[in-house]
């Protein structure tokens, strides 16, 4: 009689042991569970408010919405400048040729070797050396001079593969783009008023979205987003003092540099 009841009773504590570990083993789900959810929730949060922000600060960066990369891309800076996309395109080069031979000269040169330099360098100069010192004309001079006209063409040639933007490092390709913005933002009085404030303008947007692509690299680069921060506050001063001083030219630079002008007034937050 003891047996059974003692039996009964270790049943009865095994059964209710086992059920009471069920019941905390679901519980103990159910809160892992929501938990889980409500981590996730939080980041999803979290992750928008980051979107949000980020979509903010691009605004205020670039001066355009997203989705608006094709007005950028229209406006007369970006044709001004050259990036390094562009620049290692195989593009063929510009041939000039005369009756004693061909000069092919790249398409973009360094050192700011353009018009009336490209025009001097390879096709005035290459004649003129080749005659250089030549008083008397006989039939041996002329072939002489044939020979050294050749000679100058080919150091032609290996000039122009030199100054050749491709061969440039970093340094080399920012100062081309600068001569390039001051070219095209200048007045038609002056072609290198750098005090322009639509060449001033130009310059910041040149570096804000050169600093602005390396930040998206490089996120946690602390340093260079200050300096973006100040460059874009300098440049909407520059943009609000033209306002004051000519509103026609104000609105007209802005279409120019791919900016809205909601994005350069008010509070700006970068």
């Given at each position: 009689m003891l047996k059974s009841c003692l039996a009964q009773t270790s049943r009865s504590v095994a059964s209710s042991s086992r059920s009471s570990l069920h019941t905390s083993a679901i519980l103990h789900a159910q809160t892992v569970g929501r938990q889980t959810k409500f981590k996730t929730s939080k980041l999803q949060v979290r992750a928008e408010k980051k979107l949000n922000a980020d979509a903010t600060r691009e605004y205020a960066v670039l001066g355009l919405r997203p989705g608006q990369e094709q007005r950028w891309l229209n406006c007369d800076l970006a044709k001004a400048i050259i990036t390094e996309d562009a620049l290692y395109t195989d593009t063929p080069p510009e041939v000039i040729k005369s009756p004693e031979g061909s000069v092919a000269i790249p398409r973009n040169l360094n050192y700011g070797i353009?018009?009336?330099?490209?025009?001097?360098?390879?096709?005035?100069?290459?004649?003129?050396?080749?005659?250089?010192?030549?008083?008397?004309?006989?039939?041996?001079?002329?072939?002489?001079?044939?020979?050294?006209?050749?000679?100058?063409?080919?150091?032609?040639?290996?000039?122009?593969?030199?100054?050749?933007?491709?061969?440039?490092?970093?340094?080399?390709?920012?100062?081309?783009?600068?001569?390039?913005?001051?070219?095209?933002?200048?007045?038609?009085?002056?072609?290198?008023?750098?005090?322009?404030?639509?060449?001033?303008?130009?310059?910041?947007?040149?570096?804000?979205?050169?600093?602005?692509?390396?930040?998206?690299?490089?996120?946690?680069?602390?340093?260079?987003?200050?300096?973006?921060?100040?460059?874009?506050?300098?440049?909407?001063?520059?943009?609000?003092?033209?306002?004051?001083?000519?509103?026609?030219?104000?609105?007209?630079?802005?279409?120019?540099?791919?900016?809205?002008?909601?994005?350069?007034?008010?509070?700006?937050?970068?």
């Open positions: 353009a018009g009336e330099e490209k025009k001097l360098l390879f096709e005035v100069l290459p004649p003129l050396a080749a005659e250089r010192g030549t008083t008397e004309y006989n039939e041996d001079t002329i072939r002489d001079i044939q020979v050294a006209t050749e000679n100058e063409l080919q150091k032609a040639n290996i000039f122009a593969k030199l100054v050749d933007l491709r061969n440039a490092n970093a340094k080399g390709l920012a100062f081309e783009n600068r001569r390039r913005c001051i070219a095209a933002f200048s007045g038609p009085d002056k072609s290198d008023d750098t005090g322009r404030p639509e060449v001033q303008a130009a310059l910041l947007t040149m570096q804000i979205r050169n600093l602005w692509s390396h930040l998206t690299k490089f996120r946690k680069d602390v340093d260079n987003r200050r300096g973006l921060r100040r460059l874009v506050h300098q440049r909407a001063k520059i943009l609000k003092y033209l306002k004051r001083l000519d509103r026609d030219r104000y609105e007209a630079l802005l279409p120019r540099l791919g900016l809205e002008a909601s994005s350069v007034e008010g509070e700006l937050v970068v």
